[in-house]
């Protein structure tokens, strides 16, 4: 059932590919919380198309540690006693080698940007990075928020979308650095 839902949430998800902005979907029924986070490749690394060097490679590599440390994206009250269980981190950035590279062009891609971005061309490669999480909580009555850690991690991280189905209950909320914190 909570695959379903989380389904239902995802299948939602705008398709935008705009710089600065991300998505959370997060699924909370009984004990399980899910959290999936898709954001393009530049919210996290700087750059979309495939590492030229070898400190683009590390810094992926850093990248991709970093969203695996549930810790650095978000925190959860202590008083709701939740666990990670699991934690999947994938990305369509081309050139790693490492099973992560999906290539992912979107051909269709409406430009939608800040005022200072720069503008696409039509034939740019967009590359996204998929984090997902899988928490247990022994006592969800206590989960009252979830704080977004991600904007200090990523700096480049302007807003994120998120859409929720808590306990059967649907919701959205968009976030920033000014205003990370997820009301449950």
Do not use: W
């Not at 971005?117 to 590359?127: L, V």
């Amino acid at each position: 059932m909570l695959s379903f839902l989380f389904e239902v949430c995802a299948q939602g998800s705008l398709d935008a590919h705009v710089h600065g902005e991300a998505e959370l979907n997060i699924v909370f029924e009984s004990r399980e919380l899910l959290m999936e986070l898709e954001s393009p490749s530049f919210n996290l690394v700087g750059f979309e198309h495939e590492p030229k060097s070898l400190d683009q490679y590390k810094l992926v590599e850093n990248t991709i540690e970093s969203l695996k440390d549930f810790r650095r994206i978000a925190s959860i009250s202590p008083e709701a006693d939740c666990k990670l269980i699991d934690a999947s981190i994938s990305t369509t950035m081309k050139g790693l080698g490492d099973g992560h590279n999906e290539h992912h062009e979107d051909e269709h891609h409406e430009d939608e940007h800040h005022e200072d971005e720069h503008q696409h061309s039509a034939k740019e490669i967009h590359s996204e990075f998929s984090a997902t999480y899988s928490l247990r909580c022994d006592k969800p009555e206590n989960l009252k928020s979830i704080q977004l850690e991600i904007f200090s991690t990523f700096e480049l991280m302007e807003e994120i979308a998120v859409q929720m189905i808590i306990q059967g209950k649907q919701g959205f909320a968009e976030l920033n650095p000014d205003n990370p914190n997820l009301k449950l």
